[in-house]
């Protein structure tokens, strides 16, 4: 599960999983399929707090709902580290 301080390690965590499902494609390019994005969509879902499913869910693919979540995440991490300098 995601959480404040984990990115990195869920970022490797579920890119294992998809790729080992066959779904990897539909975050990391995108894909025509709709079952494949639907399976990956739901994938990402599980794998969040849930005061980001409703942000992530509505998403039209699982590949802009990951590049905003990673958006998300890595900016909150850039603003952290830039005040703490």
Do not use: H
């Not at 990195?8 to 079952?35: H, I, N, S």
């Not at 499913?53 to 998403?59: M, Y």
């Amino acid at each position: 599960m995601l959480t404040r301080s984990n990115y990195a390690e869920w970022e490797v965590v579920v890119k294992v999983m998809l790729k080992a499902r066959g779904l990897w494609k539909a975050v990391d390019v995108g894909t025509e399929d709709e079952e494949d994005d639907q399976l990956a969509m739901e994938a990402i879902l599980k794998a969040v707090p849930s005061e980001y499913r409703v942000a992530l869910g509505s998403k039209d693919t699982a590949k802009d709902a990951c590049d905003a979540l990673k958006t998300m995440r890595l900016g909150n991490e850039c603003a952290r580290k830039a005040k703490a300098q």
